[in-house]
Structures are given as C-alpha cells and as structure tokens.
C-alpha cells in the first residue's frame, strides 16, 4: 500500500503564532506532494503543490508568505502556517502524489489531516 | 475557470439504492475521482473514470459521459457505514485534482 501521515493529528494554537504540520509518505517516494484546507461541510480546496527541491505553487488566493511550504525530502514535506488567526481555523490535508505505470493515472494518497484551531 | 456541482445532502434508507451526480465545466480533463470522506477523516479512493460508461466495483459504481461533463456514483445496498461525504474530482492534469462541493449522504435504518 500506500500510506501518508501527517503530524500532528491536532493542534490549538494562540492567535500571532506559528504552527508546522509535517506530512510523509511512509513507503514510497513523493516527487510531488499536495496542500488542502477543509472549512465545516465544504469541500477540499487545494492551496498549494509542491515539489520536492523547488518552490511551491500556490493556488490563487492562497498567500505564499502565509503558509510556508518546504519539501525538503522525497518523502516529507511541512506547511507551516504563519501568525495564524482563528479564521485559519480549518482542516488541512495534505496528498502524496505517485507515478505508477500499474495504473492509467498518477495516484494521489491522502494523509489523515490536521484539525488546526487558533484562539 | 473550474466549476464541479453535487447536491449538498441526501438521504436514504438502509438496503436502497442511491446515484449521486456530478457535473463539471473545467479548463482540462484527464478523468475523474469519486472519494469517501467520513467526519474528521481523509477522503478515500473509491474509483476512477477517464473513458464514457460505467465502472463497477462491488456496490459501488461510477459512471462518465464526457460530451455531458457528468458523472454519477451509484450506491447500492446501501449500509449504515456508507452515510459519509462524497467528493466528485476531477483530474485536470499537472497532477492536479480539482475537487467538487461534496454530497453529504445519510443512511437510515
């Protein structure tokens, strides 16, 4: 299989700080890996895609300075959010993306998610 | 730009059967997902269409008609474990996947 974590599972925060979320891919190597947020009952917007010794590319909106991403490995990459506020507040999920020539499609593996609350 | 449209809620009873439709206008189309979401989790891979017809996997199949811009998913036999989102995506290239609004699908007794 293909397996994804993400750490942490949850974090609480106070708002002006700083919160890092890691996101692995456990057992194959990610040359791309990708960045969600999730509000209450709505649907996954992607933020970012970001790939492993490059810049990111953000989505439109989406402030770069803000959500810091680094993929520094093939098998790990961080968003770190920056002075969060409470509408930061949100569910981000993060996907590892792989080439496979066993399907017709490059695969995307989802992480668990990060349930981030800022006070 | 892109625009993905499901229904915001369903609802069903136990054993029936359900069709959640999607349909999309999108900039590039390299085939379509359908996930599972429950509560405070990731989505789950369910299927994937990139040709016109119907897929199916057990309970669960997908339909595509690309001169439309339409897909479905169609539950059947439906259990209590199936109430959960389901998120319609499309693959629009560069690795990209552009998700839909989600259906949140409740199944009752």
């Known amino acids: 299989g293909a397996v994804v974590s993400q750490h942490p599972s949850w974090v609480i925060c106070k708002s002006g700080t700083s919160v890092k979320i890691e996101c692995r891919s456990l057992?194959?190597?990610?040359?791309?890996m990708f960045w969600y947020r999730q509000f209450p009952k709505q649907s996954l917007m992607l933020m970012a895609t970001?790939?492993?010794?490059?810049?990111?590319?953000?989505e439109q909106g989406v402030e770069k300075d803000k959500f810091l991403i680094n993929h520094a490995s093939l098998t790990l990459s961080t968003l770190t959010v920056t002075s969060a506020h409470p509408e930061d507040s949100s569910f981000y999920i993060c996907?590892?993306?792989?080439?496979?020539?066993?399907?017709?499609?490059?695969?995307?593996?989802f992480g668990p998610g990060t349930r981030l609350t800022v006070l | 730009g892109q625009n993905i449209d499901q229904p915001t809620e369903m609802t069903a009873t136990e054993g029936a059967i359900v069709q959640i439709n999607c349909t999309y206008q999108?900039?590039?189309?390299?085939?379509l997902f359908w996930y599972q979401q429950h509560a405070g989790e990731a989505p789950t891979f369910l299927s994937y269409?990139?040709?016109?017809g119907l897929e199916e996997k057990g309970r669960f199949s997908s339909f595509l008609s690309r001169s439309k811009g339409y897909s479905y998913l169609l539950l059947k036999e439906l259990q209590m474990k199936d109430s959960a989102s389901y998120l319609c995506?499309?693959?629009?290239?560069?690795?990209?996947?552009?998700f839909g609004t989600g259906t949140r699908l409740l199944v009752s007794p």
């Open positions: 269409n990139v040709l016109d």
């Open positions: 970001s790939n492993e010794g490059s810049k990111a590319t953000y």
């Open positions: 995506a499309v693959y629009t290239g560069f690795q990209k996947l552009v």
């Open positions: 999108t900039s590039g189309f390299n085939g």
């Open positions: 996907s590892a993306g792989r080439t496979s020539g066993r399907v017709s499609y490059n695969e995307q593996f």
């Open positions: 057992d194959f190597q990610a040359t791309t």
